[in-house]
């Protein structure tokens, strides 16, 4: 098959081109080749006619979100519009990268891919509507993924949180994370495994989660890094409320798929997938 990865050169991007190429022709656009909120800049998709166009183009700095929502739905919300029009219109499946933030926190277990989003920030309510916008085009998957960590880090976050808590831990700087959010973990390679999955296997289209298995607050997290690692920092629980931030962030916003298993998808764990992704890093 032939691949499109819009925003290639990204965290999840980078993984999806290694991952794909080593079986389909794989067409990376990075920013600066394809701007997702311009349809004319989209325009270039007609002359490489692909079978599957994966979008992972995204604006994610969820507190600058609240502060520039037409940013925050012209790249995410319009983006993800153009995108599902043009693959219709060159009969490909449109691949859409959502997130656990579509959910507003209150289930507290894991949300699966029957849950009725109910997101609580501009973030969330722009991907959110880009779901909606994907099924333009009949032939589509979207796909769940939350707390992104890979080997080429986020540059528009600089780095993961994996690698933050790295660098304050040999930095000997004292360490503070929130223990009243869970989450699910994601790792890129993962996810771009699963992804290569369901459109290699052809699942019928819809949603479907593609995170790690199991979750864990922001605070257990960076104790499994340190754990793995063997740095000792010092590290001190504190609790949502003592942050300021401008986007309110759901609680718990675990997600868990019911449908990869149907399909015999197999998901590693997130301390499995932490584990492969220090020693991939040459963390351990």
């Not at 973030?123 to 916008?133: C, M, P, Q």
Request: glycine residues 6%; contains cysteine; aromatic residues 8%.
């Amino acid at each position: 098959m032939k691949i499109a990865v819009l925003g290639s050169t990204g965290q999840l991007g980078t993984d999806l081109v290694k991952t794909l190429a080593t079986a389909h022709e794989v067409i990376g656009f990075t920013h600066n080749d394809v701007e997702v909120a311009d349809y004319d800049s989209c325009l270039i998709l007609k002359e490489h006619q692909p079978d599957i166009v994966i979008n992972t183009a995204a604006f994610h700095k969820t507190d600058q979100c609240e502060e520039e929502p037409l940013k925050t739905f012209s790249v995410n919300t319009l983006g993800a519009r153009n995108v599902a029009l043009l693959s219709r219109e060159v009969d490909a499946t449109a691949v859409f990268i959502s997130t656990d933030y579509v959910f507003d926190g209150t289930k507290k277990e894991p949300y699966t891919e029957d849950d009725i989003p109910s997101p609580i920030n501009t973030y969330g309510i722009s991907k959110l509507a880009a779901e909606h916008f994907t099924r333009l085009n009949p032939k589509h998957y979207i796909i769940r993924i939350a707390s992104v960590f890979g080997k080429a880090g986020a540059s528009g976050k600089g780095g993961n949180f994996v690698e933050t808590m790295i660098t304050k831990a040999k930095n000997n700087e004292p360490i503070t994370v929130i223990d009243d959010m869970w989450m699910s973990p994601t790792y890129t390679k993962d996810a771009s495994s699963i992804i290569k999955e369901i459109v290699e296997k052809q699942l019928p289209h819809g949603v479907y989660h593609a995170t790690n298995k199991g979750y864990c607050s922001w605070y257990q997290f960076a104790e499994q890094i340190f754990q793995f690692t063997g740095l000792t920092p010092e590290l001190s629980p504190i609790k949502t409320e003592q942050l300021t931030m401008n986007a309110k962030r759901p609680q718990f916003s675990a997600l868990k798929s019911i449908k990869l298993p149907q399909h015999g998808i197999e998901v590693p764990t997130w301390q499995e997938a932490l584990r492969e992704y220090l020693t991939e890093k040459g963390h351990i």
